[in-house]
């Protein structure tokens, strides 16, 4: 089946430190990977995503993620983490289905705490 | 640009009574529509999406519908709700094509007591 697992609920980090978010992926095909976050009561906001090309990807706020294939993983990295990159962050698939609909399947979220 | 409202922000609402909550887009035409439902703050569970006006797919069984009047506006609906049928409901739209990634609404919290 197609899915995509974040292993870790939680992960707390001290400010400066640099910080990883784990994700794996099991798809059909090529992976179209995303990371979003969501700060309490908002929607989710994209941070970056992973089509095709350079396996280190940047995006929003400073962080990047590294698509890795052999490992079938695709982690969000930042150098340095601030108290404001303390929220929710989901790893995301788009599946591919023949039907040609491919909606985007979430992990469970990792909650990231980082500490002053 | 492309905007997407969703409606109301909270909502509490006795068991038995109906649900209707509203999404619409704004500066795009054709997109494809989803409804999500996070429960406990973590995960979230895809529920509808629709891909045009009248399509609408199912993804999990249970006591709610969705519907697509119009272009860009998406519906979701419940003739009676459950205690079951509480948490936060969120309202996202896509360009067509895997690559696109989704743009979501605010969000609705909702509590049925």
């Known amino acids: ?116 | 640009s492309q905007t997407i409202h969703q409606w109301p922000a909270t909502l509490v609402q006795p068991v038995g009574s109906p649900l209707s909550l509203e999404c619409t887009v704004e500066g795009t035409s054709n997109p494809n529509l989803y409804w999500y439902r996070q429960a406990a703050g973590r995960g979230l569970q895809l529920l509808f999406y629709s891909v045009g006006i009248g399509q609408i797919s199912s993804e999990v069984p249970q006591n709610l519908s969705a519907s697509r009047p119009q272009d860009r506006q998406f519906i979701l609906s419940s003739k009676k709700l459950l205690l079951s049928d509480s948490g936060f409901y969120l309202c996202a739209w896509s360009a067509g094509g895997r690559g696109y990634g989704y743009t979501f609404g605010s969000g609705t919290r909702l509590t049925v007591v």
């Open chain 1, 1 to 116: 089946a197609q899915s995509v697992a974040q292993p870790e609920d939680q992960v707390n980090v001290a400010e400066g430190n640099p910080l990883t978010v784990k994700c794996t992926y099991s798809v059909s095909g090529n992976p179209y990977l995303f990371w979003y976050v969501q700060y309490p009561n908002r929607g989710l906001q994209f941070l970056l995503k992973y089509i095709t090309g350079d396996n280190l990807v940047k995006g929003s706020y400073g962080f990047e993620a590294e698509f890795n294939k052999s490992q079938t993983s695709f982690h969000l990295k930042k150098p340095s983490a601030l108290v404001s990159d303390s929220a929710l962050y989901f790893c995301a698939v788009r599946l591919y289905r023949n039907s040609g609909n491919t909606p985007l399947v979430f992990g469970k979220g990792t909650r990231l705490s980082v500490i002053a």
